[in-house]
């Protein structure tokens, strides 16, 4: 058995808009493990950036009202106990909605030779609010 401590970490602002802080929960510790996992805090409107994970993502909302969305697709609300489940390199954000903090179990897989996520612009606020 291994115990590990994490301190929460701030948002990296070139991956975020708003408050965030991320609580790593697993990440690859031996050759050929692939499996990440993070706690994601969000306050109100807080969001990700446009990003896309090689090997796929899956998020499960711990608590709160999130916004999720898909390049070229609507915004849709997901609500606690819910999964969102995203392909492998599939573009998307999720953030809390506008009067709700959210917090989201993240894990992904880490493909051999591929980084984590790719990430790409900020989502503007037009296309945060196009619900």
């Known amino acids: 058995m291994q115990i590990t401590r994490h301190a929460t970490a701030k948002n990296p602002p070139e991956w975020f808009t708003g408050k965030v802080w991320l609580d790593p929960v697993a990440a690859p510790s031996t050759p050929g493990q692939q499996a990440n996992a993070a706690i994601v805090r969000f306050a109100p409107s807080a969001r990700t950036a446009w990003h896309s994970h090689p090997g796929g993502q899956t998020l499960h909302i711990l608590e709160g009202v999130a916004l999720v969305q898909s390049r070229g697709g609507a ?8 999964t969102v489940l995203c392909p492998p390199g599939e573009e998307h954000w999720h953030g809390a909605a506008p009067h709700s903090f959210m917090s989201h179990l993240a894990v992904w897989d880490t493909l051999p030779g591929q980084p984590s996520a790719i990430w790409g612009d900020h989502v503007i606020d037009s296309e945060y609010a196009a619900r």
Do not use: K
């Open 75 to 82: 915004v849709s609300e997901v609500s606690a106990g819910n």
